[in-house]
């Protein structure tokens, strides 16, 4: 059965909170963007951890039985970019949230209130 865009937002949410990621936003960006209805934005204190939460998302994707679009970064672990479709997830390093600040480009997005 296929997943909504919203089930497996939320899903995803699970995975990132169970692997303690920090800042864990939701931007809602139906009617703002094409790329995606959902990004979901966070970081962790190290590289390890950063990978740690990407190699979780990736694998409810494949619980979900989804296909994983794309992953970005992973080797590098400052910037992970998971693409699931309707859902993009950014894992940043600490250092570099802050630095590329992607809530501030995509303000026009309204932000999902996680429960």
Known sequence: MKQTPEQVMNEVVKAIED???????????????LVADYFVICHGNSDTQVQA??????KVAGDLGM???SMEGFDAARWVLVDLGDVIVHVFHRDE???????????????????
């Open 19 to 33: 692997k303690k990621a920090h800042n864990l936003v939701v931007l809602n960006l139906k009617g703002i963007s």
């Open 53 to 58: 939460i990407a190699q979780e998302v990736r």
């Open 67 to 69: 296909t994983l679009r």
């Open 97 to 115: 949230r802050e630095y590329y600040n992607i809530e501030r480009l995509w303000s026009d997005a309204k932000v999902v209130e996680l429960v």
